[in-house]
């Protein structure tokens, strides 16, 4: 077994099982991901990435199945459980405030506070230091921390929200159709981002419809349907007609 071979998965789901009522959307999924790699899940709408995607980052809790990050097993009940080990996620909605600054954004719901006991102020400072340094890290192109994000590109929104995700310690970061709302230029420099967190030994989950995007970023790759993974390719034998026919139901895979 070589080096590459040896690496062991960051993050495994296996068996997961999700119902909602009568309806179950998933169906015994199970999926990989390992630091250092970008592993793609791709399949049609109703396929069950999303709902995959919410039992990992805690908003549902899988009927079935189980979880581990590290080996160790976990059970998330909310989205807050799920940072704490941490996963982040990159929405295609990016889940931005618009009338807040780029280091605001960068600390939602994640504010540093100085003082002692009841008396404490926000850091203001201290979050604008960290926030450039975050954005310094990643070589994100974007204005200073103190602009507002309304006035930002579509590339540079996408990656101040690529920044929120890989900024807090983060071992797996999730990009659900991280590209889908931008130019060919911004788009270039969006994968260029997500290569960067693979290259800084971060797993990358990508949820994807851009097969041609996914050929040229994926080690990896799982197609579902159904509620199931119906097929799992290595990076030799990704191509765009080849992931088609996967998930179409043209070719199954053997």
């Given at each position: 077994?070589?080096?590459?071979?040896?690496?062991?998965?960051?993050?495994?789901?296996?068996?997961?099982?999700?119902?909602?009522?009568?309806?179950?959307?998933?169906?015994?999924?199970?999926?990989?991901?390992?630091?250092?790699?970008?592993?793609a899940i791709v399949g049609d709408n109703g396929a069950g990435k999303s709902t995959l995607i919410?039992?990992?980052?805690?908003?549902?809790?899988?009927?079935?199945?189980?979880?581990?990050?590290?080996?160790?097993?976990?059970?998330?009940?909310?989205?807050?459980?799920?940072?704490?080990?941490?996963?982040?996620?990159?929405?295609?909605?990016?889940?931005?405030?618009?009338?807040?600054?780029?280091?605001?954004?960068?600390?939602?719901?994640?504010?540093?506070?100085?003082?002692?006991?009841?008396?404490?102020?926000?850091?203001?400072?201290?979050?604008?230091?960290?926030?450039?340094?975050?954005?310094?890290?990643?070589?994100?192109?974007?204005?200073?921390?103190?602009?507002?994000?309304?006035?930002?590109?579509?590339?540079?929104?996408?990656?101040?929200?690529?920044?929120?995700?890989?900024?807090?310690?983060?071992?797996?970061?999730?990009?659900?159709?991280?590209?889908?709302?931008?130019?060919?230029?911004?788009?270039?420099?969006?994968?260029?981002?997500?290569?960067?967190?693979?290259?800084?030994?971060?797993?990358?989950?990508?949820?994807?419809?851009?097969?041609a995007q996914v050929q040229r970023l994926a080690q990896r790759v799982y197609v579902m349907r159904?509620?199931?993974?119906?097929?799992?390719?290595?990076?030799?034998?990704?191509?765009?007609?080849?992931?088609?026919?996967?998930?179409?139901?043209?070719?199954e895979d053997e």
């Amino acid at each position: 077994m070589t080096a590459a071979t040896a690496v062991p998965d960051t993050l495994v789901l296996n068996g997961i099982v999700k119902r909602f009522g009568s309806v179950t959307a998933l169906r015994g999924a199970s999926i990989a991901a390992r630091t250092g790699e970008i592993t793609a899940i791709v399949g049609d709408n109703g396929a069950g990435k999303s709902t995959l995607i919410k039992c990992l980052t805690g908003v549902h809790r899988p009927d079935e199945g189980a979880i581990t990050v590290d080996g160790v097993p976990v059970d998330f009940h909310s989205p807050e459980d799920s940072r704490e080990a941490g996963i982040e996620a990159v929405y295609q909605d990016l889940a931005l405030a618009d009338d807040l600054a780029v280091w605001q954004n960068l600390f939602l719901n994640r504010e540093k506070t100085r003082g002692f006991g009841p008396l404490r102020l926000l850091d203001r400072r201290g979050m604008r230091r960290e926030a450039d340094a975050m954005v310094r890290r990643l070589a994100v192109n974007v204005p200073p921390v103190r602009s507002r994000v309304r006035r930002l590109s579509g590339g540079q929104r996408q990656a101040v929200a690529i920044c929120r995700a890989a900024g807090f310690g983060s071992r797996i970061v999730i990009m659900d159709e991280p590209t889908a709302a931008l130019g060919h230029r911004e788009t270039a420099r969006a994968e260029e981002l997500i290569a960067s967190l693979r290259d800084r030994g971060l797993a990358v989950l990508l949820i994807s419809h851009d097969f041609a995007q996914v050929q040229r970023l994926a080690q990896r790759v799982y197609v579902m349907r159904g509620g199931r993974v119906t097929a799992t390719l290595g990076r030799e034998d990704i191509t765009p007609e080849r992931l088609v026919a996967l998930v179409t139901g043209a070719e199954e895979d053997e």
